[in-house]
Nanobody, 116 residues
Framework: QVQLVESGGGLVQAGGSLRLSCVASGSIFREYIMGWYRQAPGKQRELVAEVTSDGYRNYADAVKGRSTISRDNAKNTVLLQMNSLKPEDTAVYFC??????????WGQGTQVTVFS
């Protein structure tokens, strides 16, 4: 059974920074993509950033240049460093690990609230 546990969310003033952490337990394979998604009230869940097993990174345009995703395969951990936060970054952030078409797991989410 795979479990993803997120941490690091919170309340932050616009312009500030947060680092989100996700630790995966269970049968996670190194070839899985690990990523972060977010869902704001009344909106669909959207990709924030993802990283493949060989380090290829993909970012949403809304966070590009302000965020960095990284992973530690030995620790089954994926981090999301977010800087220059804006009120529109307010959302529940979800960790995801997947092998496309084969396996897919989500965390419970962590709230990020940015106030101006």
């Amino acid at each position: 059974q795979v479990q993803l546990v997120e941490s690091g969310g919170g309340l932050v003033q616009a312009g500030g920074s947060l680092r989100l952490s996700c630790v995966a337990s269970g049968s996670i394979f190194r070839e899985y993509i690990m990523g972060w998604y977010r869902q704001a009230p009344g909106k669909q869940r959207e990709l924030v950033a993802e990283v493949t097993s060989d380090g290829y990174r993909n970012y949403a345009d809304a966070v590009k240049g302000r965020s960095t995703i990284s992973r530690d395969n030995a620790k089954n951990t994926v981090l999301l460093q977010m800087n220059s936060l804006k009120p529109e970054d307010t959302a529940v952030y979800f960790c995801r690990t997947e092998k496309p078409g084969v396996d897919d797991h989500w965390g419970q989410g962590t709230q990020v609230t940015v106030f101006s």
